[in-house]
C-alpha cells in the first residue's frame, strides 16, 4: 500500500474512534439537545485555545442553510480562488473519503498533512485528557482538525460551510467577515425543531453583531426571523430573492445559466439544476459584498469561480454510453427539485425507461419523497445505504413502501448498495434507450460512486474526479 494512503487510513480510523468513545445520550429532548451543543462549543473553544487559537488571523465566510449551503460554499471558494486569494474551504459532510472536506485552492488535502495535523491533534487531545478535561467528541475534533488545516496552509481567506442548524453548531465558535444563509426548510426536526419558524431561528444564529450578512431565505416567517437575528445584533443584512432577483434559467446536466435582472448580467455556474441558478445567484451576491468590505474581487473572477465550481455527487453525470445521474438529494427541498428538473438533467427517448436505485436514512421522510419522485421513474431499485453511526432504512422495507405507495412499475431490493447498482445497470438497454438515477440519500451517492472513483483514488490524487474506472468495461460485465 501506498505509506502516505496508508498514514492517512490510520490517523482517519484514529479519529473516527472518537466516535464510538462518545456514549449516546438518553435525552434526546430539544433542551436536551440544546445544552449539550453549548457544553460541546465551550469545550472545543478551550481546546483551540490550547493549540493556539488557530481559528484566528485569517477572514472566514460562514455558510449555512437548508439546502444549497454546499454548493454556495464551494462557488465561494472558487470565486475567491479565481481572484487570487489562496483560499480554504471546509464542507460536511464528505461523499467518498474524509479528505473531500478539507481543500486549498480546489484540491484535496494531501493524505500526509492530513496524517501529520491528525497526529498532532490527537496528541494534544490525550494531554488534555490527562490534564482533567473531558474528551472531545468527533465533530470538535474535526473543527478543530480544520482550522489547524487553514493555519498551516496559510490560507488567505477561509469558507466554512454549517454542518446542521447553526446557532448551536460546532463551526459558530468561528467569527466570520461574513455570514450567509441561503435557504431554510424542513429538516432534522428532531434537532431543530417541527416548524420552518423553529428552523429559521437555528439558521439566524451564524449572524453576527456588526458583521455582514447574506440571506437568501424566502419563506415570509423565515424570512423575517432572519431580519429580526440582523436588527437585533446590528449586522448589515442584503437579501436574495431569486424568484425577483434573475430569469432565464437554462439547465444542462453539467451546468446552469441565468441572467441578472437588474444588471442584465449573464452568469453560469458549473452543475447542473435550476435551483442552482438562485445559489450562484447568492454567491455572487456574497462577493459582491465581500469586495465591498475590503476583499476585492472583480466580476471577471465572480464568472470564471461560478464555472470552475464541481461537486461530486450533485446533479453528476458519469461519464459514458447509458447515461447515470447520481444526486445526493436527502430532503423535500432538494428532492422536490431533482423532479422538477429530471426531464432536462436524465433525458430518455421515447420508449426509454429511468431506472430509479433509492435508499434513505431511517430518519428521513420517505413518503413525500416517493411522492415527488415515483412518477418520473419507471422501475426502482430499493437499498439501503450504509454510514457509521446512523440507522439506515432497509432496502426491503422501502420496497415494501414504494409498492404499498401504488407505485406501477417493477420494484426490486437489494440491501447492499453495490448490488442494487448492479442490479439497475444489468436491467438497462443502452443505446440511449435507458438512464439511471441514483438518489435519496448522500450517503448512497457515496457508496455507489466508489465502483467509478475508488476512494484511494480520491485521496492521492487529491481530486474527487482521478481518472474514472471504464463504466463500458465494468458495465460489459454485468
Known amino acids: 500500500m501506498n505509506a502516505a494512503l496508508d498514514r492517512y487510513k490510520q490517523a482517519n480510523d484514529a479519529l473516527e474512534a472518537l466516535i464510538e468513545r462518545t456514549p449516546t445520550p438518553e435525552d434526546s429532548s430539544r433542551e436536551a ?3 449539550r451543543a453549548e457544553i460541546r462549543m465551550n469545550r472545543l473553544v478551550r481546546f483551540l485555545d490550547r493549540l493556539g487559537n488557530p481559528h484566528r488571523g485569517y477572514p472566514i465566510v460562514h455558510i449555512g442553510g437548508t439546502s444549497g449551503k454546499g454548493s454556495t460554499s464551494t462557488a465561494m471558494a472558487a470565486i475567491l480562488h479565481a481572484a487570487g486569494y489562496r483560499t480554504g474551504l471546509h464542507t460536511s459532510p464528505y461523499l467518498q473519503v474524509s479528505t473531500e472536506k478539507l481543500q486549498i485552492n480546489g484540491r484535496l488535502v494531501d493524505p500526509g498533512t492530513f496524517a501529520d495535523l491528525a497526529g498532532h491533534l490527537l496528541d494534544e487531545h490525550e494531554r488534555w485528557i490527562a490534564s482533567g478535561n473531558e474528551a472531545l467528541t468527533y465533530g470538535e475534533a474535526w473543527i478543530a482538525l480544520t482550522v489547524l488545516f487553514f493555519r498551516h496552509e496559510k490560507v ?9 442548524g447553526g446557532r448551536f453548531d460546532l463551526t459558530n465558535i468561528l467569527t466570520p467577515v461574513l455570514s450567509v444563509v441561503t435557504s431554510v426548510g424542513i429538516d432534522h426536526t428532531a434537532t431543530l425543531g417541527p ?4 428552523i429559521a431561528w437555528h439558521k439566524a444564529g451564524i449572524i453576527k453583531a456588526g458583521i455582514p450578512a447574506v440571506s437568501a ?18 449586522a448589515d443584512l442584503t437579501e436574495v430573492n431569486a424568484p425577483l432577483d434573475i430569469e432565464d434559467i437554462e439547465v444542462t446536466p453539467g451546468r446552469t445559466w441565468w441572467t441578472e435582472r437588474a444588471t442584465g448580467f449573464r452568469y453560469a455556474i458549473g452543475l447542473g439544476g435550476g435551483f442552482q441558478a438562485a445559489n450562484g445567484q447568492t454567491a455572487v451576491i456574497a462577493a459582491r459584498t465581500l ?3 475590503g476583499l476585492p474581487i472583480g ?22 454510453s447509458l447515461p447515470i445521474l447520481l444526486d445526493g438529494a436527502h430532503n423535500h427541498d432538494k428532492i422536490e427539485a431533482l423532479a422538477r428538473d429530471l426531464p432536462r438533467l436524465l433525458p430518455v427517448s421515447e420508449g426509454g425507461r429511468r431506472i430509479g ?9 420517505v413518503d413525500g419523497m416517493l411522492e415527488l419522485l415515483t412518477p418520473h421513474l419507471d422501475a426502482i431499485v430499493a437499498t439501503s445505504p450504509y454510514v457509521l453511526a446512523k440507522q439506515s432504512r432497509r432496502g426491503s422495507d422501502f420496497a415494501d413502501m414504494i409498492r404499498n405507495a401504488g407505485f406501477a412499475g417493477p420494484v426490486y431490493s437489494e440491501e447492499q448498495p453495490e448490488q442494487a447498482i448492479e442490479r439497475a445497470l444489468a436491467m438497462a438497454q443502452r443505446g440511449g434507450k435507458d438512464a439511471v438515477l441514483v438518489t435519496g440519500s448522500l450517503y448512497l451517492v457515496g457508496n455507489i460512486r466508489k465502483r467509478w472513483y475508488p476512494d484511494d483514488d480520491i485521496v492521492l490524487a487529491q481530486s474527487s474526479w482521478p481518472a474514472p474506472v471504464s463504466s463500458e468495461i465494468t458495465m460489459e460485465a454485468t
Do not use: F, M, W, Y
Not at 416548524?195 to 423553529?198: F, Q
Not at 466580476?299 to 459514458?320: M, T, V, W
Open 299 to 320: 466580476d471577471e473572477s465572480i464568472r470564471q469561480g461560478l464555472l470552475a465550481a464541481s461537486i461530486p455527487g450533485r446533479a453528476e453525470l458519469i461519464p459514458g
Open 291 to 293: 469586495d465591498a468590505h
Open 195 to 198: 416548524t420552518i419558524e423553529d
Open 156 to 164: 488567505e481567506v477561509a469558507v466554512v460551510e454549517v454542518g446542521a
Open 33 to 35: 439537545v440544546r445544552q
Open 217 to 234: 431565505v424566502l419563506p415570509p416567517s423565515a424570512q423575517e426571523i432572519i431580519r429580526q437575528e440582523a436588527r437585533e445584533v446590528g
Open 357 to 365: 436505485v433509492v435508499g434513505a436514512l431511517e430518519a428521513k421522510n
